[in-house]
Nanobody, 126 residues
Framework: QVRLVESGGGTVQAGDSLRLSCAAS???????????MGWFRQAPGKEREFVSS????????HYADSVKGRFTVSRDSNADTMYLLMNSLRPEDTAVYYC????????????????WGQGTQVTVSS
């Protein structure tokens, strides 16, 4: 079983930056290698949507068009912590941000991810 815990959310003004973290752990303590990870978000009254994803060795990344050039996804060398650096934040980035993981190739489809965190709130005021 995989446990994911997000942190780093908060309330900021438009144009500010935030860095989200997602710490992964397994019940058995085995390595988190070969797990792709992703960020998804859900704004009030909207469906959850893809934001960014990264493969297990951080070679391949994907971004939604709405965040491309502003957000950067990364993961540490142990592969068990993923980050999302969010620059030039806009009010439309306000949402609950979820971390997700899957053992296998990186994708942009939330249906492919079978492990999810509880989410962290990001609020951007104008």
């Amino acid at each position: 079983q995989v446990r994911l815990v997000e942190s780093g959310g908060g309330t900021v003004q438009a144009g500010d930056s935030l860095r989200l973290s997602c710490a992964a752990s397994t019940a058995s303590g085995h390595t988190f290698n070969y797990y792709a990870m992703g960020w998804f978000r859900q704004a009030p009254g909207k469906e959850r949507e893809f934001v960014s994803s990264i493969n297990w060795n951080a070679v391949t990344t994907h971004y939604a068009d709405s965040v491309k050039g502003r957000f950067t996804v990364s993961r540490d060398s142990n592969a068990d912590t993923m980050y999302l650096l969010m620059n030039s934040l806009r009010p439309e980035d306000t949402a609950v941000y979820y971390c997700a993981a899957r053992r296998g190739p990186v994708t942009t489809e939330q249906r492919d991810y079978n492990f999810w965190g509880q989410g962290t709130q990001v609020t951007v005021s104008s």
